[in-house]
């Protein structure tokens, strides 16, 4: 079984800056990407960042682009994301994910539990 366990969630200003961390665990798998998503009170869980590994390339959600930044070692499956300039648009639960089928659509395999990110303004 493969579980991925994020950290660094807490409670923050706007303007600050806060890192995520996710790592796997469990079974070995080969994941081609991972990604990070988020969900605020009364809405969808929403894309935020994705990395794929075979060539470093990120993708970002225009509302986090310029702001935020993913990164991560792919033999550990081990993803970051850094967010710079918080906003209080930005409180949510934040969720890591592994393994997908298509990085921006949420479709993974492999969840982690959420942190919460909360941003006063």
């Known amino acids: 079984q493969v579980q991925l366990v994020e950290s660094g969630g807490g409670l923050m200003q706007a303007g600050d800056s806060l890192r995520l961390s996710c790592a796997a665990s469990?079974?070995?798998?080969?994941?081609?990407?991972m990604g990070w998503f988020r969900q605020a009170p009364g809405n969808e869980r929403e894309f935020v960042a994705g990395?794929?590994?075979?060539?470093?390339?990120?993708v970002y959600a225009d509302s986090v682009k310029g702001r935020f930044t993913i990164s991560g070692e792919s033999a550990k499956n081990t993803v970051y994301l850094q967010m710079n300039s918080l906003k209080a648009e930005d409180t949510a639960v934040y969720y890591c994910?592994?393994?997908?089928?298509?990085?921006?659509?949420?479709?993974?395999?492999?969840w982690g539990q959420g942190t919460q990110v909360t941003v006063s303004s």
């Open positions: 994910a592994a393994d997908p089928k298509s990085v921006m659509t949420g479709d993974y395999n492999y």
């Open positions: 469990g079974r070995t798998f080969r994941s081609y990407a």
């Open positions: 990395i794929r590994w075979s060539d470093g390339r990120t």
